[in-house]
T-cell receptor, first 114, second 118 residues
Framework: KQEVTQIPAALSVPEGENLVLNCSFT??????LQWFRQDPGKGLTSLLL?????REQTSGRLNASLDKSSGRSTLYIAASQPGDSATYLC?????????????FGKGTKLSVIP | NAGVTQTPKFRVLKTGQSMTLLCAQD?????MYWYRQDPGMGLRLIHY???????AKGEVPDGYNVSRLKKQNFLLGLESAAPSQTSVYFC?????????????????FGPGTRLTVL
């Protein structure tokens, strides 16, 4: 069974700092990995999707990397802003059983201090 | 486009009562999903549907039923609510992922329904 782990569970940084969020998964047979943002009391917003054949994806100040063989992904946020404060969730879609379904990590709660 | 919408936004039930949560999407997506989110547990898949008239069980289906009578709607039912079903429920949809590059399309989520069972 696929398991997704996100470390740390919470992170607090001063505004302007670059930061990295980590995601690891136990089964490397995946189709894609997706990073989401969740604001308090809100739904999930998709940030980036990395296909299994890709190494990274970029969107603005966000860069997500994928190392499928080691079962790891990182989300890099450059020049953090208070508006980046949210919970960031990582999810993988596995091949085979459970295909077309996402398995989520428990998230990293990010606080950017002005 | 409204994207994925959920009704209601909040609901309080007593143990044993029943209710239906409605999810609607206007993106003509084939696949739809129901998740629950609990503190310390992350999001877990309850049921999903790969097209109109089809449903399948996810990781935590017990105590829930679903129906997909129309392509744009996916209903989640609780026949006899229990306190353990207190949670935030999210619906999601995606284009048919089967075949070619469609395999790599993303899921879009609704704003959630906060359900409390007393």
């Amino acid at each position: 069974k696929q398991e997704v782990t996100q470390i740390p569970a919470a992170l607090s940084v001063p505004e302007g700092e670059n930061l990295v969020l980590n995601c690891s998964f136990t089964d490397s047979a995946i189709y894609n990995l997706q990073w989401f943002r969740q604001d308090p009391g809100k739904g999930l917003t998709s940030l980036l999707l990395i296909q299994s054949s890709q190494r990274e994806q970029t969107s603005g100040r966000l860069n997500a990397s994928l190392d499928k063989s080691s079962g790891r992904s990182t989300l890099y946020i450059a020049a953090s802003q208070p508006g980046d404060s949210a919970t960031y969730l990582c999810a993988v879609e596995a091949r085979g059983a459970g295909s077309y379904q996402l398995t989520f990590g428990k998230g990293t709660k990010l606080s950017v201090i002005p | 486009n409204a994207g994925v919408t959920q009704t209601p936004k909040f609901r309080v039930l007593k143990t044993g009562q029943s209710m239906t949560l409605l999810c609607a999407q206007d993106m003509n997506h084939e696949y739809m999903y129901w998740y629950r989110q609990d503190p310390g547990m992350g999001l877990r898949l309850i049921h999903y549907s790969v097209g109109e008239g089809t449903t399948a069980k996810g990781e935590v289906p017990d105590g829930y039923n679903v129906s997909r009578l129309k392509k744009q709607n996916f209903l989640l039912g609780l026949e006899s609510a229990a306190p353990s079903q207190t949670s935030v429920y999210f619906c999601a949809s995606r284009r048919d992922p089967r075949g070619g590059r469609a395999r790599y399309n993303e899921q879009f989520f609704g704003p959630g329904t906060r359900l409390t069972v007393l």
